[in-house]
Each structure stands twice: as structure tokens, then as C-alpha cells.
């Protein structure tokens, strides 16, 4: 029970770090909580609601009541199964924008600018008909684009640019403004997790092995990390370095009962200070997002399989041909836009599905419809994720703090109301019947406030809780290298680390960091920064499209 690294986490960033490490020689041992990825469920992309709502796959955990939702309790789900979130997760694909990771470098995190991690998005990829020159074309990870064969898809984009914006045939390339083909990490028909990816193939190697048990807490000597004690007693030893990459909820948590972290709340649970950083826990931050619904006209969505022939008749191809419906995750189209002149990059993006229906599975009511996910990309409201008591068994306290400042509800109704804008268009009137929600008559700005506060849910990307930053930040948690400050021979590398939530959903921005990370662990030269300039509206200062 010990190896060189001991890495507390078999989720996007901890797979990718146990593939490049065993790699280059080191033995690895990965600590996973969860049990097996195995099965229709999670494999199959069109399964996609099941996973992240069965206690099997998922930790459970859920927000405190929130203040600005009328004091809602949200779910957060996180992926407790071999592959992590990424194999309870929508299967979406997005890097984020080149000014998301600029933003970090100015903030401190040294390096991360877009110019040093295009380099380990390409390593990292297999594109599937991306823009040639800045995806990647033999990395681990396979990214793939749906048919797009159902008729909303394409009316969809073409009502965009009858709106006046841009397509594009590629927002992970040059331009992510604009509307065009989604893409997703689905490869062969199944889903390509970071479990399928990297971990698989790591565990072939005799350097690497799985251990399965629950993690209370870093082991810390002489303030330097040492291993890790599991729940029962037992104690996995490192060698060289710990690395907790257990997600944005579990890593803080970890760390906390570590006893690094606030030295006032350590204090109200008991917990002996071995480090003092105000910062874990802190910064908690995520996308909310709204279902803006149609009734269509036509029946041509999905909801005409929503029926339990149909659904066996598509799990029976995909069974055995891996084609067909169940291939694919449904989100084929999408968009990322400005909500007004003068920001330099898009800070709304639409997910597009030919259904109506919610995360949890449950079609609307209507019958035939189709929707757009929406929501603010960078909110500004910042949560905190927290001991509920001094045993590692509870449930930590997650409170997101969601809209609590007046541009979250400025950022919103302009959300719905592009959104809507684009419904209107000439090319989606022949599928239009009438909107589900929010309702007909809401249009003023109480009516969508009250809609938001009734109905924003999680877009199940919370971040930022071991925020990424310079020594002398005193809310950093971690430096550049992903080292935790004051602690010898012990990182943090998830999306805990982001200073600031990029655009779009996390899993490609999560395996990135462990791809670099692990170059940082091994004390590798990075690799060469890119030397390339993603596209900019000409006239984003004075204009909004």
C-alpha cells in the first residue's frame, strides 16, 4: 500500500494524471471511493439522466436552502464511480475561452495563460472534425459531433444568424462566438470518460493500480504530506507526493479535515491548524442556467421515442451496433454570445435539445417540444463549501450563494430575452407552437426574475474552492504548480483550482489540469506555448453581435 504518487480521485483530472505519471515510470496508486463504470447506464450516451440521479454513481450532495431561489435546496451532483463526474456528466464538450485562462494568468495562476494550456488541450485530444491546426489529432481523449439529422438542429442555427450572429464550424478552435455544431466526448457510440480515456489504459501498465476506499484525511508529517489514512484504518503511503484531485466539493473537504484551511473554523470543529488558508472552501462558484421550453408544431422531436418500445428498441441497437439514438447525448447544437457591447468574449451559452425535458429525466407535460439551456457564464456571486462537523463521514455544508448581486439578475433577463429572440426568428416558426416557459405573458422583468427564482437549476459545474494563485495570496490555496501553499509534497489538481469558472462546461477544462499538472509533478519543462491568435469581434466595444 504505498507508491511514489498516491492520487485521491479517479474523476476527469486524477485518470489523466495516472496516465502520464505511470507513463513516465512512476508507480501510481489511484484512491477511488466509487465502484464500476461498467454497464448500459453510464456507457450509453443517450443514458445520460440516469447516472447523475442513482446514489450508486453519485455522492448525493446538495446545496443549503438559498436565500435569492426562495431558499430552494439545489442538487450537486458528483460522480462517486470509477471516471468521476465524467462518467455521470452530459458528455459536453468545451475548452472555454482563450480570455478565461488569460484571466487566470492575470490573477495570479502564472502560466495558465491560453497561450500555455492550448498546447495540453491538443496533447490531450482526438478530434473528430475540429478546426485543423489547434485541435488535437492523437491524444487520449476522442471528441466526436452528433449527426445533427433531426431538422431542429439546423433551424436552430440558422435562426441565430437570421438574429444576426455568426456561425461557427468550430467554438473549441479560433472562434467560440456563435452558433454552430456541439461537441461531445462520445467515441465508437459509448461514452468516452476520462475512466475509457485514461485511466483503462493506465491500469495496464504494472506501475498503476486502483485502490477502492474512502479517504478521511491527508496524512501530514513535519508538515509535509505523507500518504493518505482511509476510512477502517488503513494508511496508503507516498513516497514522493500526494495529489487530491476528488472534485471542487471533496478536494476542500479533504484538505479541511487536514487541517488546512481557515484556522477559526478548523477551531470550531476540533481540528488541529497545520496550515492556515483562508482560501479552502472559499470562491465556490457555478453556472445556473434556465430551461427556456417549446411546444413544437411538427412532430419531429425526440419526444415521439419517449415510450418504453421505442426506448427498448434504441437500447437494443445500441447494445449490440453501438449506433442509433442511444450514440449520442442529444445536445448536437449550441451557441456562446455576448450579452452586450464591450465585453471582449462571449458570456452566455445556449445548449440546444429537440426535447422537453429536465436533467432528471421528466419530459414536460406538453408532449412534443424542444428547449434551450441558458445562464450567465461568469457570475459574480461567490459561495463557500464548509465542515458540518469534525467526522469525515458527513456531508460537508455547500452553499453557492447564487444571485446575489444585482448584475447575476441583469445578466439573466438579457439571457432569456436573446434566447427568446432567436425562438422568434423566421426559421424556428414552422416548428414553434407556443412557449412552455417561461409562460406566454412573462416579459417584464419582475415576471423574469420570479421565473429564475422559481426555476434555475445547477449546471453541475462548480469550481474554484482551492483556488489557483500567488504565494503572497492569502485566499490562494494552491500555486502555480498546483502545490498546496504551506504544505510540503502535497497538490491539489480538479477543477477546484480554477480562479474563475471558464465558458462552458468543466470536464475538458478538468482533464487539462491534469494533464499539465502532471508535467508539474514530473519537473518537466512545459510544453511550448502556442503561438497563435483566436478570433475577436472586430467591433466588440461598440457592438453585441
Given amino acids: 500500500m504505498q507508491a511514489d504518487y498516491v492520487i485521491v480521485g479517479a474523476g476527469s483530472a486524477g485518470c489523466a494524471m495516472a496516465y502520464r505519471l505511470s507513463e513516465a515510470g512512476a508507480s501510481v496508486l489511484v484512491v477511488e471511493h466509487g465502484g464500476s463504470d461498467w454497464g448500459p447506464l453510464i456507457q450509453m450516451p443517450a443514458a445520460l439522466s440516469y447516472p447523475m440521479n442513482m446514489s450508486r454513481y453519485d455522492w448525493g450532495y446538495m446545496s443549503e436552502p438559498e436565500p435569492h431561489l426562495d431558499n430552494r435546496r439545489l442538487v450537486c451532483p458528483r460522480g462517486k464511480v470509477i471516471g468521476g463526474s465524467s462518467s455521470i456528466n452530459g458528455m459536453v464538450y468545451v475548452r472555454g475561452h482563450a480570455g478565461d485562462f488569460d484571466h487566470w494568468e492575470e490573477s495570479g495562476a502564472r502560466g495558465w495563460a491560453y497561450a500555455d494550456v492550448l498546447p495540453y488541450f491538443r496533447r490531450m485530444e482526438t478530434s473528430h472534425g475540429g478546426e485543423r491546426g489547434w485541435r488535437g489529432v492523437d491524444g487520449p481523449l476522442h471528441v466526436t459531433r452528433g449527426p445533427r439529422d433531426n431538422p431542429l438542429h439546423n433551424a436552430f442555427v440558422t435562426a441565430a444568424q437570421e438574429a444576426g450572429y455568426a456561425e461557427t464550424q468550430d467554438y473549441n478552435g479560433a472562434r467560440q462566438e456563435g452558433f454552430g455544431p456541439f461537441e461531445m466526448t ?319 462546461n468543466l470536464n475538458g477544462p478538468s482533464i487539462m489540469v491534469g494533464e499539465k499538472a502532471a508535467d508539474h509533478i514530473l519537473g518537466r519543462d512545459m510544453l511550448a506555448r502556442a503561438n497563435v491568435v483566436p478570433w475577436q469581434h472586430p467591433y466588440w466595444q461598440t457592438s453585441q453581435r
Fill in 186 to 504: 462520445v467515441y465508437g457510440g459509448r461514452r468516452w470518460s476520462a475512466a475509457n480515456a485514461y485511466l483503462r489504459p493506465a491500469l495496464k501498465r504494472a506501475n498503476c493500480d486502483l485502490v477502492r476506499g474512502l479517504v478521511e484525511r491527508v496524512v501530514i508529517e513535519d508538515n509535509r504530506a505523507t500518504g493518505v489514512a482511509l476510512a477502517g484504518g488503513t494508511i496508503i503511503h507516498a513516497r514522493r507526493e500526494v495529489v487530491l484531485a476528488a472534485s471542487s466539493i471533496n478536494s476542500p473537504k479533504l484538505l479541511l479535515h487536514s487541517g488546512i484551511g481557515p484556522a477559526s473554523h478548523l477551531a470550531e470543529h476540533g481540528i488541529d491548524v497545520v496550515a492556515d488558508r483562508p482560501g479552502v472552501g472559499a470562491n465556490l462558484q457555478d453556472h445556473l442556467e434556465v430551461y427556456v421550453q417549446y411546444a413544437a408544431r411538427q412532430p419531429v422531436t425526440l419526444y415521439r421515442h419517449w415510450n418504453l418500445l421505442s426506448k427498448a428498441m434504441i437500447g437494443a441497437q445500441w447494445l449490440f451496433f453501438k449506433r442509433g439514438l442511444g450514440a449520442s447525448n442529444q445536445f448536437e447544437s449550441c451557441g456562446f454570445i455576448r450579452s452586450r457591447a464591450g465585453l471582449s468574449y462571449p458570456d452566455i451559452q445556449f445548449h440546444f435539445l429537440p426535447l422537453a425535458v429536465r436533467y432528471d429525466g421528466q419530459a414536460a407535460a406538453e408532449g412534443h417540444g424542444f428547449q434551450a439551456h441558458t445562464g450567465p457564464m461568469r457570475s459574480p456571486s461567490r459561495g463557500r463549501v464548509s465542515l458540518r462537523s469534525a467526522d469525515p463521514a458527513d456531508a460537508p455544508v455547500i452553499r453557492f450563494n447564487y444571485m446575489s448581486t444585482e448584475q447575476d439578475w441583469i445578466d439573466f433577463r438579457q439571457c432569456l430575452r436573446l434566447c427568446q429572440e432567436v425562438f422568434d426568428q423566421p426559421a424556428m416558426q414552422p416548428f414553434v407552437k407556443h412557449r412552455i416557459q417561461p409562460d406566454d405573458g412573462v416579459a417584464d422583468d419582475a415576471g423574469l426574475d420570479a421565473f429564475v427564482r422559481e426555476h434555475a437549476e445547477s449546471a453541475y459545474h462548480p469550481c474554484g474552492t482551492c483556488k489557483m494563485g500567488a504565494e503572497d495570496d492569502r485566499e490562494a490555496v494552491v500555486d502555480p504548480e498546483c502545490r498546496v501553499i504551506g504544505v510540503e509534497r502535497l497538490r491539489v489538481a480538479d477543477s477546484s483550482i480554477f480562479p474563475r469558472i471558464p465558458n462552458g
